[in-house]
């Protein structure tokens, strides 16, 4: 399939981490940075009380964002190992024309537009599969 239709001549976004929920988000940062040596860059809380991590191989610079939900918040579900994939991020120069371009060609939304951290225009579609993607 030709790109042209979206992101015209040139591509404009880029894949930028994946993000997977944890159970215990002190337990998972002394396992990434403790043992496997990764940086963290940034930690924070969401709206809805959960809590978030994002960690950068110091070589590779391949990113992993750690999410850890409370348990009465909507996004916590039952965790079942080997299914933690939250959602996959990718970051745009246009974000909210990109998305409005994917939902005209069929994605379907995942959640309505969200301020994270005072950074707004944070969308979420859904792949054909119901895997997150997000678009910041």
């Not at 929920?21 to 860059?41: A, C, D, M, P, Q």
């Not at 965790?79 to 069929?106: C, M, N, W």
Request: aromatic residues 12%; proline residues 4%; charged residues 25%.
């Amino acid at each position: 399939m030709e790109e042209s239709w979206i992101f015209g001549a040139e591509r404009k976004m880029v894949l930028r981490y994946f993000g997977i929920r944890v159970t215990n988000l002190e337990k998972s940062l002394e396992f990434y940075i403790g043992l496997l040596r990764l940086k963290k860059l940034r930690q924070g809380t969401m709206s809805h009380g959960g809590k978030w991590a994002l960690l950068e191989d110091p070589r590779s610079h391949q990113r992993l964002e750690l999410n850890w939900y409370p348990p009465d918040s909507a996004f916590a579900t039952e965790y079942v190992p080997g299914e933690g994939l939250d959602h996959i991020g990718f970051k745009s120069q246009d974000a909210a024309q990109t998305v409005k371009k994917l939902i005209a060609r069929g994605a379907r939304s995942a959640l309505a537009p969200t301020d994270k951290n005072g950074v707004k225009g944070i969308y979420y579609l859904k792949d054909p599969d119901g895997n997150w993607i997000e678009f910041f």
